[in-house]
């Protein structure tokens, strides 16, 4: 793995995890001392978290870690579920049983994920055998980037227990409409399973601005 690379995970990993806070400044000389590599691979490493939207750039001023905004959060998620739904009705009539096996393997690493990162890991594996199988490559990329918009905010929802068991039941629903070869059901279901993450998330961010004030 190279220095970049190095930097990226350990970065996007303290700010998934909460450990920089939204808002932190990001001082490259920091950094590269803390992680043991020089500015340019921390440069690089900043540059591609801020094309993610994890991290913000303000001329003169340097590197943030984005703040969290409800009206970032319903952008991203409002831009998802358009995608995502075409992605969804095009995949899911495509699908063979080996392609229904492997979602049921990947739902089954979910409930089984350990800890935040594997979670998230196994959560994304899971949807994106879905949305991949729609073979509409700029599709899933634009989803991708999207994504990785709104991980921020996905990790706020995944460090709840409850949340996160309430994601394997939501899974299981999907998989039994996905079974039946059901695209519009499967749609719905989608769309409650990422309105009920929007609702959680954006409850959370309004008490904290409540509390802030």
Request: charged share 25%; aromatic share 6%; hydrophobic share 45%.
């Amino acid at each position: 793995m190279t220095a970049q690379a190095r930097a990226v995970v350990s970065l996007r990993t303290e700010i998934l995890s909460g450990s920089l806070s939204p808002g932190a400044r990001l001082v490259q000389e920091d950094l590269a001392d803390r992680l043991g590599v020089s500015r340019i691979p921390v440069r690089e490493a900043l540059q591609l978290l801020a094309s993610e939207g994890l991290v913000s750039h303000v001329p003169n001023r340097g590197y943030f870690v984005t703040e969290l905004s409800i009206a970032d959060l319903q952008e991203v998620y409002r831009l998802r579920q358009l995608l995502e739904a075409e992605a969804i009705r095009q995949a899911v009539p495509a699908l063979s049983d080996a392609d229904v096996a492997g979602l049921r393997h990947h739902a089954a690493a979910v409930d089984e994920a350990a800890d935040l990162d594997a979670i998230t890991a196994a959560n994304r594996r899971f949807h994106f055998a879905l949305f991949d199988a729609a073979g509409m490559p700029r599709l899933t990329r634009l989803l991708h980037q999207l994504w990785d918009s709104s991980d921020i905010y996905r990790s706020l929802y995944f460090q709840q227990s409850a949340n996160r068991q309430r994601v394997g039941g939501e899974h299981a629903e999907m998989l039994e409409a996905i079974e039946r070869r059901n695209a519009e059901e499967t749609i719905r279901l989608h769309d409650e399973h990422r309105d009920h993450s929007v609702a959680w998330v954006s409850a959370q961010l309004r008490r904290t601005l409540k509390e802030n004030r």
